[in-house]
């Protein structure tokens, strides 16, 4: 079983930067495809940024692409994002997401492991 534990996440002010880490257990993390997605009040949940297997190949929703950055480190069996000049908007719970084996998803119902999330609120 796949265990997910997110960190990172706090209060900062529009413009600030901020770093969000996934640490993953048990599974096979290094070849399979990982994700952030994120569910800000009253919205959907949408994916932000994909990573695949071996951190080659990246993918980022339009409203992130410059902003934000996945990268992953498999020896460690951890992934990160790096978020900068963060806006009102990008405030959401950020779920770190694991999918079965697959070495790039893109579709969401590939991701079937999941982290309990971690809150980023940008205000002023």
């Known amino acids: 079983q796949v265990r997910l534990v997110e960190s990172g996440g706090g209060l900062v002010q529009p413009g600030d930067s901020l770093r969000l880490s996934c640490a993953a257990s048990?599974?096979?993390?290094?070849?399979?495809?990982m994700a952030w997605f994120r569910q800000g009040p009253g919205k959907e949940r949408e994916c932000v940024a994909i990573?695949?297997?071996?951190?080659?190949?990246?993918y980022y929703v339009d409203s992130a692409e410059d902003r934000f950055t996945i990268s992953r480190d498999n020896a460690e069996k951890t992934m990160h994002l790096q978020m900068k000049s963060l806006k009102p908007e990008d405030t959401a719970v950020y779920y770190c997401?694991?999918?079965?084996?697959?070495?790039?998803?893109?579709?969401?119902?590939?991701?079937?492991?999941w982290g309990q999330g971690t809150q980023v609120t940008v205000s002023s």
């Open positions: 997401a694991a999918s079965r084996g697959l070495s790039y998803a893109i579709r969401r119902q590939d991701y079937i492991y």
């Open positions: 048990g599974g096979s993390f290094s070849r399979s495809s």
């Open positions: 990573i695949s297997a071996d951190g080659r190949k990246t």
